[in-house]
């Protein structure tokens, strides 16, 4: 870990600051029913990161399934639709309050999501960001360090300056070659999938203790 004095504080969005995981895997489901696939939950919770072209072009490539661009397109467009139609709105109390207490200690709040742009808006209230990175804003998806390395650009700030906080292991992976710390929330997936993280917590609220310490250990 850095002795650099902490100044940003990104958020993964699904899984972390919204119960959208399940609403996820239910629109992924309906879209490859219909193809004789059950895709379970885990299975999908895994991909979390990844941009939903990339997602489903892995399903097709696994499964040996004949879907061309135009049609693929056409079906990705219907399960934004469904995800966006069972999609929960607006951060959970916990989520809201630990951007709230990121902001009382001085650090900018960013979000960092693998989701297209209009299912972020649709979920929250853009104001409480300092900068949102969407799956629109970089080439390359989680696990690549690009949309961190975004992120921090866009806020100014060092990433050996940053903590992310992250559910998923191509979001921590993403977050670490980028050059930031980690916290891994268990919200989703067991705290041995999420090797790589500085610290596995259980509940967002622990997120607080974490940056309190931090900035202690700093200040000495």
Not at 144 to 167: F, K, M
Not at 189 to 213: C, H, N, S, T, Y
Request: proline share 5%; with cysteine.
């Amino acid at each position: 870990m850095t002795d650099k004095r902490i100044a940003a504080i990104l958020f993964d969005l699904d899984g972390v600051l919204i119960d959208s995981p399940t609403a996820h895997a239910r629109a992924w489901a309906e879209l490859f029913r219909p193809f004789g696939l059950e895709l379970p939950p885990e299975r999908l919770h895994r991909e979390e990161g990844r941009r939903s072209l990339e997602i489903a072009r892995g399903i097709i490539t696994e499964y040996g399934l004949q879907i061309d661009d135009a049609e693929l397109e056409r079906l990705l467009e219907s399960k934004r639709k469904y995800y966006r139609s069972i999609a929960p709105r607006g951060l959970r109390k916990d989520a809201q309050a630990a951007v709230r207490d990121a902001r009382a200690r001085g650090l900018k709040v960013g979000l960092v999501s693998g989701s297209a742009r209009e299912n972020v808006i649709a979920a929250l209230d853009q104001t409480e960001f300092d900068v949102i990175v969407t799956a629109e804003d970089y080439e390359t998806g989680k696990p690549d360090p690009e949309p961190y390395l975004t992120a921090c650009r866009r806020l100014g700030v060092a990433p050996e300056a940053c903590i992310a906080v992250e559910n998923a292991p191509l979001g921590v992976a993403s977050a670490r070659a980028a050059g930031l710390q980690v916290i891994a929330l268990t919200s989703t997936l067991p705290r041995e999938l999420l090797i790589g993280a500085d610290w596995v917590i259980d509940d967002i609220r622990e997120v607080g203790g974490i940056l309190k310490a931090n900035s202690e250990r700093v200040d000495r």
